[in-house]
T-cell receptor
Framework: KAGVTQTPRYLIKTRGQQVTLSCSPISGHRSVSWYQQTPGQGLQFLFEYFSETQRNKGNFPGRFSGRQFSNSRSEMNVSTLELGDSALYLC???????????????FGAGSRLTVL | GEDVEQSLFLSVREGDSSVINCTYTDSSSTYLYWYKQEPGAGLQLLTYIFSNMDMKQDQRLTVLLNKKDKHLSLRIADTQTGDSAIYFCAESFTGNQFYFGTGTSLTVIP
């Protein structure tokens, strides 16, 4: 069973540009969440998509957006990049079903974004 | 339910036990988790505990939960150099909202 795949793994952008990151969840998983990881802030929740709908949203500005496709693949976009957006962006998936037990998030390896 | 705190660093000698601590503020969490992140990788689930349990043991790992004090700990017995990583605790509510701690960087000294 393939894991969660994130592309690209590394990218460098300049301030003001925009970036799109992609995440392919584990087959059968309908929920995809995005997190931003920085040394100072730890793991910050961005948003969660389930069946093409945003189900939960963290406390990030509107420059951060996402979407999910019918095959559960998800993309996140950051517009008008700022230096502070430099981070590791992690995607995680799980089945999304109403839990009768623990819901285990499976993470991808992340996309490392550097903004110059 | 968003305040999950951990100490930033822990250093232990190989063969000793490591104890990583976590405090959280929301008592309505249903499950609490421990994840491990190795350099250049995503997070990997180590273990989890249901909120009405006090303890869970899984090979070298022991999770203790003190719900009254909202304190969670992870004990790693016989710590090895391969255990060097960042460890995150996390809590979940209703199954689809997860909040992670700040992460504890464990260094194992040979």
């Amino acid at each position: 069973k393939a894991g969660v795949t994130q592309t690209p793994r590394y990218l460098i952008k300049t301030r003001g540009q925009q970036v799109t990151l992609s995440c392919s969840p584990i087959s059968g998983h309908r929920s995809v969440s995005w997190y931003q990881q920085t040394p100072g802030q730890g793991l910050q929740f961005l948003f969660e998509y389930f069946s093409e709908t945003q189900r939960n949203k963290g406390n990030f500005p509107g420059r951060f957006s996402g979407r999910q496709f019918s095959n559960s693949r998800s993309e996140m976009n950051v517009s008008t990049l700022e230096l502070g957006d430099s981070a590791l962006y992690l995607c995680a998936s799980y089945s999304g079903a109403v839990p009768s037990g623990a819901n285990v998030l499976t993470f991808g390896a992340g996309s490392r974004l550097t903004v110059l | 339910g968003e305040d999950v705190e951990q100490s930033l660093f822990l250093s232990v000698r190989e063969g000793d036990s490591s104890v990583i601590n976590c405090t959280y503020t929301d008592s309505s969490s249903t499950y609490l988790y421990w994840y491990k992140q190795e350099p250049g990788a995503g997070l990997q689930l180590l273990t989890y505990i249901f909120s009405n349990m006090d303890m869970k043991q899984d090979q070298r790992l022991t999770v203790l939960l003190n719900k009254k004090d909202k304190h969670l700990s992870l004990r790693i017995a016989d710590t090895q150099t391969g255990d060097s990583a960042i460890y995150f605790c996390a809590e979940s509510f209703t199954g689809n909202q997860f909040y992670f701690g700040t992460g504890t960087s464990l260094t194992v000294i040979p």
